[in-house]
């Protein structure tokens, strides 16, 4: 079964910062985009960051921009949410996702889905 591994969740006060990690244990998504969605109580799924199965070229939602930065570690075929000035409004279940092909902001288009990791941002 193909699996994305999602962790590093966890509450923390407004101003802080955490990471989540999201692991490819099968070594599947190498030459795959991935992306890190997130979605808050009675609200859609929305976009936060992406980034090119190489690693050079990454994307992020405009409420992100400058606080998270997202990376990806090939030798250990995992994905990085590095988030930082954290907000109550980035409260949300945190999903990575993968696809073959290019990265887009549209979660439609993503084929692989980890089981999510609750971040809740307290003020």
């Known amino acids: 079964q193909v699996q994305l591994v999602e962790s590093g969740g966890g509450l923390v006060q407004a101003g802080g910062s955490l990471r989540l990690s999201c692991a490819d244990p099968e070594r599947t998504f190498s030459t795959y985009s991935m992306a890190w969605f997130r979605q808050a109580p009675g609200k859609e799924r929305e976009f936060v960051a992406a980034?090119?199965?190489?690693?050079?070229?990454?994307y992020y939602a405009d409420p992100v921009k400058g606080r998270f930065t997202v990376s990806r570690d090939k030798a250990e075929n995992t994905m990085y949410l590095e988030m930082n000035n954290l907000k109550p409004e980035d409260t949300a279940i945190y999903y990575c996702?993968?696809?073959?092909?290019?990265?887009?902001?549209?979660?439609?288009?993503?084929?692989?889905w980890g089981q999510g990791t609750q971040v809740t941002v307290s003020s």
């Open positions: 996702a993968a696809r073959s092909g290019g990265y887009y902001s549209d979660w439609k288009v993503y084929e692989y």
């Open positions: 980034i090119s199965w190489t690693g050079l070229s990454t």
